[in-house]
Each structure stands twice: as structure tokens, then as C-alpha cells.
């Protein structure tokens, strides 16, 4: 009686184990870390990053598939989540920035980002929805500077884009949104040096008359918009600069009678343009002596072009540190402006629908933005700067500038 106690028992235990195995395998393989590699396999395949092994064992050949390794699955909120890839050896992370248009299908969600991490590791971000921020205006945007970090908009997280003084190029076709991403730029510019000893200084080129033509009085230093006031301004530029390269400063200290200088530039390209070849002579070997040796003189230049015309940013794009590129007209105008294979690592400006009044201007302001030293480009949305807004910000300028005179 007891051996068949201790036998009923046994079995009740094994059966017990035997259903927890199958649970555990059923939970599994039904774990959203399970799918998600299941869902990618043809991905990888299809690709040709697979690696393809033959084994042979007892007299048998059986064929392995060695595909990228995916960890780290989480959670970033109701639409979104993301994974980490690693590509198979003698594969490279940028074949797996190739596949994310097939990511995105075989996950069937709105839209995928890859962006390279190094050391041989990829980070996958799905999006349910479109992840593009709804519109919103200056007035909504409270974010501070942190340290040299300036404030620009938000990513598609939500979270906010920052990007470190130094020269900046601002590229998108009429009504994406630059004069808004422009002013943004400034205020956090201002935010953040103006009120330091020396504090911060602006000066500007406007061509066409148009973004600066209502903040000459008090708020710039000096703002230029005919041919020979363009050519003056630049060359007073060029003077100051030189003049504290004289005092032998390996990296320029803000302070008292030495304040930052911020040149803003309206369209870029018309500088090509405008005037005779003695003009442009002069005005090219200007901007170049500046964004070249301008940082360690305290001096930036933040510039905007309707276009990436080559032979008009061509002298110049190597040398901004920050290039941000709103809606263009193709993928070739992205690679100019965020540079080579920026679109391939999903950098879509040319895919941005144009902003107009009937659709609410539904995407002004959405752009990509990619620093020196950055893997891959980050997808943002910059606010909405009104006339009021920007008239708030050039009394702010010129009250502290009284205030320092008094």
C-alpha cells in the first residue's frame, strides 16, 4: 500500500513537472521577445546577414542559420518600444541600419529608427503610431539650457533635443519651419550666455530683408542687408576676431568687453549670388576666416538656406558643427546637409510632407538634426516662434543691454 502511495505520488509529481515544462515552453515561445525574433528572421534572410553553416554529424548534413543576436527588449510607452541588435561577425551594424524599411513591415508598425550605438550594437525603435509630435508653440516649450546644451524642440520620444554652441547650419524649403527653429536657437542661445559677464552680442545678414528686418533697433548690434553693408559687417567681424587672436588665448573666456558674438545668416545661398565675383571674393574669404577660427574667438555663425546648393555651402558645410535639415526635396539635398549616408540611416527629410494652411501646417518645424560625433541623425520638432514671442526675446535683449550702460 505505501509503494503504491509512493508511486501515485510520483507520478502526480512528474505530471505536475511535465505541465509546468509545457507552460514554461508555451510562455516562451509566446513572448513578445520569442515573436519579435520569429517576425525578424525573414528580415535578416531576405538580406543575406544570415550566416549559413552546414554541419555534418553520423553520416548527416544538417544546416544551422546564425542570425543577429536581439536583446534588451523594452517598453517606452503604449506605442513605442525598442530592442538592441547585434549583427552576426563579419556583418556590420550599418547592414542592419539597411533593413530597417523591412524591419518596419515585418513588425507591421508605423515607423522603425536604427541608430548605430557602437561597438557592434544597433538599437531598433518601433513606433505603433506616428511617432511626430502634434504642433505646439514656443510658449509651451519651458526647457532651460544645461551648461553649453541649447534647447531646440523635442524628439519623437518626447524628450528634448539638445545641441552645443558652435556653428550651425539650418537647411529646409520655404515653410518648413527654419525662421521658428532660427529664433528657437536664439533664445536658448541668449538664455544661456546672455546674462554671463560680457554677455552675448548679435549680429546679422538678412538679404532678402525678411526674419531680421523687424529686430534692427536695440536688440542686434548691427544687421545688414545691402551689398556693401553685407561686405562691411563681415569684415568688422573679421577685424574683432583677429584683434582677440592678438591676446594669445588658446580658448576664448567670456567676460567683461569680451562678449560671445552670434552672427545669424538668412539664406545662405544668396551670398553666392548676390553682387559681382570681387563681392563674393571677399564675402567667401570672410565667412570662411570666421567659421574656421571663429570658436576659439568667441564667435559662432547660426545660418539658414532654402536649399543645399553645393556650390554655395560647399566652402562651408565642413566647418558647422551642427546641421539640422527640415523638409527637402530629396535624399540626395539630406546627404549634403547632414552628410554622406544620412539617408540610408534614416534620416527621411525628403519624405516630410510640405506644411501648408490647409493641412494645418501639420509638419512645420519637423526636421532631423546630426552633431559631430553623432552615430546616426535624430529626428525632432522644434516650436512654433510668433511675432510676439520674438519681440519678447529682442526686449529681454535690449532692456539688459541698458541695463549694463546705465
Known amino acids: 500500500m505505501i509503494d503504491a502511495l509512493t508511486i501515485g505520488e510520483l507520478g502526480a509529481v512528474s505530471c505536475a513537472a511535465c505541465v509546468a515544462v509545457v507552460v514554461g515552453f508555451v510562455a516562451w515561445y509566446w513572448s513578445p521577445g520569442q515573436r519579435l525574433v520569429r517576425r525578424l528572421r525573414p528580415v535578416w534572410d531576405g538580406a543575406g546577414i544570415s550566416r549559413v553553416e552546414v554541419r555534418a554529424r553520423n553520416g548527416k548534413q544538417n544546416t544551422v542559420r546564425h542570425r543577429p543576436r536581439i536583446r534588451k527588449r523594452r517598453k517606452l510607452s503604449p506605442t513605442a518600444f525598442t530592442f538592441d541588435v547585434r549583427p552576426n561577425p563579419g556583418r556590420t551594424v550599418e547592414d542592419i541600419v539597411a533593413c530597417s524599411g523591412a524591419i518596419r513591415d515585418a513588425l507591421r508598425v508605423e515607423d522603425v529608427t536604427v541608430t548605430p550605438r557602437g561597438r557592434g550594437r544597433a538599437t531598433v525603435t518601433a513606433f505603433l503610431e506616428d511617432p511626430i509630435l502634434a504642433a505646439y508653440e514656443n510658449a509651451e516649450f519651458f526647457e532651460e539650457p544645461v551648461g553649453k546644451k541649447l534647447p531646440i524642440g523635442r524628439d519623437d520620444r518626447g524628450e528634448v533635443c539638445y545641441v552645443n554652441l558652435g556653428h550651425t547650419l539650418v537647411v529646409g524649403a520655404s515653410g518648413s519651419g527654419k525662421g521658428s527653429l532660427l529664433w528657437r536657437y536664439l533664445i536658448s542661445v541668449f538664455d544661456a550666455y546672455g546674462y554671463l559677464s560680457g554677455g552675448a552680442q548679435f549680429w546679422g545678414i538678412d538679404p532678402k530683408r525678411a ?44 567676460r567683461e568687453g569680451r562678449p560671445l558674438i552670434i552672427l545669424v545668416v538668412d539664406e545662405l545661398n544668396a551670398l553666392g549670388t548676390m553682387g559681382d565675383r570681387k563681392w563674393q571674393s571677399s564675402v567667401r574669404a570672410s565667412m570662411q576666416q570666421i567659421l574656421s577660427q571663429g570658436r576659439s ?12 546648393q553645393k556650390e554655395n555651402l560647399g566652402p562651408y558645410r565642413a566647418h558647422f558643427m551642427n546641421r539640422i535639415c527640415l523638409r527637402v526635396e530629396s535624399a540626395q539635398e539630406v546627404d549634403l546637409v547632414l552628410g554622406s549616408g544620412a539617408a540610408a540611416l534614416g534620416a527621411a ?8 494652411e490647409t493641412n494645418g501646417y501639420a509638419t512645420a518645424g519637423v526636421g532631423y538634426v546630426r552633431a559631430d560625433g553623432e552615430p546616426a541623425p535624430v529626428r525632432f520638432r522644434a516650436p512654433y516662434v510668433d511675432d510676439d514671442e520674438i519681440g519678447i526675446w529682442a526686449w529681454e535683449v535690449q532692456s539688459l ?5 546705465v
Request: aromatic share 6%; charged share 30%; net charge negative.
Open 211 to 254: 526674419e531680421l528686418a523687424g529686430v534692427v533697433d536695440g536688440a542686434f548690434e548691427r544687421v545688414a542687408f545691402d551689398l556693401e553693408d553685407i561686405e562691411s559687417l563681415l569684415l568688422d567681424l573679421v577685424a574683432e576676431m583677429k584683434r582677440r587672436q592678438e591676446t594669445g588665448e588658446r580658448q576664448f573666456e567670456q
Open 297 to 308: 574667438a568667441g564667435i559662432y555663425v547660426v545660418a539658414a538656406a532654402q536649399q543645399p
Open 349 to 356: 527629410a525628403h519624405e516630410i510632407s510640405p506644411a501648408t
Open 401 to 405: 543691454k541698458e541695463d549694463e550702460n
